[in-house]
């Protein structure tokens, strides 16, 4: 899964979802692992 952020739709982390699509519908709560993002170390090498 692509985290993106909305306004400008620039990808900011790869996570991997906890739980399927129905369960992700509301306001609070970790739905993904975070397994990658921007200015971690794998980042800094792909640029």
């Known amino acids: ?3 993106t952020e909305e ?3 620039k ?3 790869i996570g991997r ?3 399927d699509g129905g369960g992700m519908v509301g306001e609070e709560g970790q739905v993904v692992s ?3 993002h ?3 170390d ?3 090498l792909s640029i």
């Open 1 to 3: 899964m692509v985290i």
């Open 7 to 9: 306004s400008h739709g």
């Open 11 to 13: 990808s900011l982390a």
């Open 17 to 19: 979802a906890q739980v």
């Open 34 to 36: 975070s397994l990658h």
């Open 38 to 40: 921007v200015g971690d």
């Open 42 to 44: 794998l980042y800094e």
